[in-house]
């Protein structure tokens, strides 16, 4: 077997794994009581909140970034539990990431969400401007 | 056979000289720039909505009009079908709030629980008609996404609250 084959099978097997730990209706739900009331029934944000659509995978590229869609507001301090939050964040990536995630995506696990939302962030615009400005500069990706 | 072609070339010519043609391009240009611009309205929005798949349209009774209506279990505002909109658009000279509040309701007709999205529609003064407030599942201001005691015309031009509606975005998940 070639080595573009075994890299392709690697590939496919780790998109499979990546859905295989999401159930789509309860992450659809639990997209649309936590988070569509302020990003969109697409991700598409306005009125002043982020874009998810075409976006969100951006973050995915520093360690930083990806820690940043857990401790951001509206994930940290969510009614979802652990799991949960992982999961919908898990499904968003996957629907509204599109050609903006990284290739070879590791989903989030529910221990490194129960971690990383105890220590949920205050002054998120800025941080967040910081976070894409050392993607833009580091080019990690 | 020749009598009926003479009727009806009478009764053509009669029609002619009695309407104006540009009347009717008038009338046909109306309809078909009306028709066009209706999408553009900020109900749009609600109506695209609420009719995306056949999951998200759940059978209906009742009236729409009446705070007992069983989308509005979670409702806390004027009803915008009493306002000159419907459950599920603005009335006209009002934006619908892109940011909203969302909670579900159990739907009389099949027994399924449904997610309602309750956008605010913004621009005019309060609307004063069929007040309405159920609140089921509202918390307490700490948990703002999850409180309907506030104003939500958010992201809209203007943040003048006018009347609410009632969205059906899909059914609610429940485990098997």
């Known amino acids: 077997m070639s080595k573009v084959c075994i890299v392709m099978l690697l590939v496919m097997s780790s998109g499979v794994a990546y859905s295989q730990q999401i159930n789509p209706a309860r992450a659809l739900y639990n997209y649309q009581m936590s988070c569509q009331g302020c990003h969109g029934p697409e991700g598409q944000g306005g009125g002043g909140v982020p874009r998810m659509q075409g976006f969100v995978g951006l973050f995915l590229n520093t360690a930083q970034g990806r820690d940043f869609l857990v401790q951001v507001p509206g994930s940290a301090n969510s009614a979802l539990g652990n799991s949960e939050l992982a999961e919908v964040l898990n499904w968003m990536i996957e629907q509204f990431g599109g050609s903006s995630n990284p290739p070879g995506l590791q989903p989030y696990t529910a221990r490194e969400v129960g971690i990383l939302r105890k220590s949920p962030l205050n002054e998120v615009n800025a941080y967040r401007a910081s976070v894409l400005a050392n993607i833009t500069k580091g080019a990690a990706y | ?176």
Not at chain 2, 45 to 56: E, F, L, V
Request: charged letters at 20%.
């Open chain 2, 1 to 176: 056979m020749k009598l009926f072609d003479q009727f009806v070339e009478q009764r053509s010519r009669k029609i002619a000289q009695a309407s104006s043609r540009r009347g009717v391009l008038k009338r046909l240009g109306s309809f078909m720039a009306g028709a066009a611009a209706f999408p553009v309205l900020p109900v749009a929005r609600a109506a695209n909505a609420d009719t995306t798949s056949a999951d998200k349209v759940p059978s209906e009774s009742g009236d729409p009009a009446s705070c007992d209506y069983w989308r509005y279990c979670a409702i806390d505002g004027y009803l915008c079908d009493c306002c000159g909109g419907s459950y599920n658009a603005c009335p006209p000279g009002t934006e619908m709030s892109p940011i909203t509040w969302i909670g579900t309701c159990l739907n009389p007709v099949d027994g399924r629980s449904y997610v309602i999205s309750y956008n605010d529609c913004c621009g005019k003064t309060s609307c004063g008609s069929c007040l309405c407030m159920r609140d089921e599942g509202d918390r307490p201001l700490y948990r703002v996404d999850k409180a309907n005691d506030l104003n939500w015309c958010l992201g809209t031009e203007s943040s003048v609250y006018h009347c609410s509606t009632a969205i059906v975005v899909g059914l609610a998940y429940e485990d098997s």
